[in-house]
């Protein structure tokens, strides 16, 4: 079954340490999304992209927060310097939009990340 | 910013009995989704209806669309142990983007 990986599934850090969240999309989906999830706040869009460009980053908070797609197979979130309200479990999902696409999104399983 | 708000936000009924979530959203949409989240895990899609449709089913499940009232329903017929999880909904507000705005979610428990 094709499937959306990320990793590392559990990240605790200390504040102020860099941390690097790793997603691999679905072979073929030509769109990925960076979600935050927490009890406060809920799903909250970071930023996606669409055939590996950013189209909108305006979720993120720009001064800490990087995302990128080097490659195809690659979507990164980066996070530098760590700060203990970053805390929250992070999402990344692909779909096919537009064209034949089916709108729906597939989701990864997270990555919760702890800040000390 | 939360596009959806869900209610109840929290449901617990019985083995059998039907199970119904409310979505209510504030501009207009191309397209709403379901979604279902077991505790630790991903999010699920469940099921998409778009602007221009008012019902759709897909086995237990039947959602419905107001865009009159700009409010969606999930109905879960017939509840079962394992529907218990968390069910958001969703708004695609552009045909181009697919971005998704979730709601709050719905914490389902559905005792046996």
């Known amino acids: 079954d094709a499937r959306v990986t990320q990793t590392p599934r559990h990240k605790v850090t200390e504040m102020g340490q860099e941390v690097t969240m790793r997603c691999q999309p679905i072979?073929?989906?030509?769109?990925v999304f960076w979600y935050r999830q927490t009890m406060m706040q809920g799903l909250e869009l970071l930023a996606y992209?669409?055939?590996?460009?950013?189209?909108?980053d305006s979720g993120m908070p720009k001064d800490r927060f990087s995302a990128e797609m080097p490659d195809a197979t690659l979507a990164t979130l980066k996070i530098q310097p760590s700060e203990p309200r970053d805390s929250a479990v992070y999402f990344c999902?692909?779909?096919?939009?537009?064209?034949?696409?089916?709108?729906?999104?597939?989701f990864g399983e997270g990555s919760r990340l702890t800040v000390l | 910013s939360q596009q959806g708000e869900e209610d109840p936000q929290a449901l617990s009924i019985q083995e059998g009995e039907n199970a119904t979530m409310n979505c209510s959203y504030k501009?207009?949409?191309?397209?709403l989704q379901w979604y279902r989240q077991n505790s630790g895990r991903g999010l699920v899609h469940l099921i998409l209806?778009?602007?221009?449709?008012r019902e759709k089913h897909s086995g237990r499940l039947r959602v419905t669309l107001d865009t009159s009232k700009k409010s969606s329903s999930l109905l879960i017929t017939a509840s079962r142990a394992a529907d218990t999880a968390s069910y958001f909904c969703?708004?695609?507000?552009?045909?181009?983007?697919?971005?998704?705005?979730f709601g709050q979610g719905t914490t389902l428990q559905v005792k046996p």
């Open positions: 501009t207009s949409i191309n397209n």
């Open positions: 992209f669409r055939n590996r460009a950013p189209l909108d």
């Open positions: 072979l073929g989906h030509n769109t």
């Open positions: 969703a708004t695609d507000a552009s045909s181009n983007t697919g971005k998704l705005i």
């Open positions: 999902a692909s779909g096919l939009v537009g064209g034949r696409g089916t709108g729906e999104l597939f």
């Open positions: 209806i778009r602007s221009n449709e």
